[in-house]
């Protein structure tokens, strides 16, 4: 299954949320590739403080396989980065080769998380039109709840049943996370006349910043602590999502048999 992480807006937890919920799937034993879709200002590693050997680029230009592409993170989950440092070549051929690798990460994963770009370029587009599910990380800021809007209603012109949740970042608690998600959802079902399910929330925890400066994993580091504990009911909430879907899709296989 691959997962989209996206929110339209900048800073809003996307790798944050993408390199933990790989972590929290892998700590449950389920086989995870990250794969790192922001092109030009990639960040998974360094957050994971793990340094690849081999990148999207050096397979675009022949100097590695794709079997060595997948970098074995000390989480447990494989990793994907498009480039050390700025991306040199042009973006297409860098998606093209995405395609192949996408290929390869579902092959020998069950769950294949892409982090996003903010915006609505290339690679988000790539990453939504691969992806069976994508997660909008929206915070109870109106810019960010704009700019979720704004990528919702986009995809939504294109595809009206896109398949979207909703996971609130940076809340005090879990009220506040359900108001704000409540209120994106009364929006988003006046405006496009849909809804979209709600994943869960992770806390704003100083904790993890500290964690990000230091270059930890903090789910591996302090698994109880607040924010560790949103990442692991948010895979819990994903593990029965896609039970429900696989469940749906058999009846429909078998309804269409009888
Ligand atoms: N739940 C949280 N608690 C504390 N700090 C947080 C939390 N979520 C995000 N942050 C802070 O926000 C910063 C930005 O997070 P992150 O890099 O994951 O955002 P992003 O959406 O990937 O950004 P970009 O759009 O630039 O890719 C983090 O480095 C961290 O300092
Ligand atoms: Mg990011």
């Known amino acids: 299954m691959i997962v989209a992480i996206t929110s339209g807006k900048g800073g809003t937890g996307k790798t944050l949320i993408a390199t933990h919920l790989a972590e ?27 340094t690849p050997r081999w990148t999207l680029e050096d397979y675009l230009l022949g100097r590695c396989g794709l079997e060595e592409l997948f970098h074995e993170t000390e989480g447990g989950f494989a990793l994907l980065s498009p480039s050390r440092g700025a991306l040199a070549s042009p973006r297409e051929a860098m998606l093209e080769v995405l395609d192949g690798a996408l290929w390869e990460a579902q092959a020998r994963s069950e769950f294949v998380l892409l982090d996003t770009p903010a915006g609505l370029e290339a690679p ?25 809007y704004r990528l919702i209603k986009h995809v939504c012109a294109l595809v ?7 996971m609130v970042n940076g809340v005090d608690s879990a009220e506040e996370a359900e108001q704000v998600a409540a209120r994106f959802d009364a929006i988003v079902e006046r405006f496009l006349g849909r809804s979209i399910p709600y994943m869960g929330h992770v806390l704003y925890d100083p904790e993890l910043r500290q964690a990000i400066q230091r270059q930890e994993v903090l789910l591996r580091r302090a698994p109880q602590s607040p924010s560790s504990l949103g990442f692991h009911a948010l895979a819990e909430r994903l593990l029965h999502w896609r039970a429900e879907l696989q469940s749906r899709t058999e009846e429909l296989l078998l309804a269409k048999e009888a």
């Open 160 to 166: 009206p049943d896109y398949p979207f949740a909703l």
């Open 124 to 148: 988000v587009l790539w990453a939504l039109d691969r992806a069976h599910l994508a997660l909008v990380v929206l915070l109870g800021e109106p810019a960010a709840v704009s700019d979720s």
């Open 24 to 50: 929290a799937l892998a700590r449950l034993g389920h086989r995870t590739t990250l794969v790192d879709a922001d092109l030009d200002l990639a960040n998974c590693a360094v957050l994971l403080n793990e």
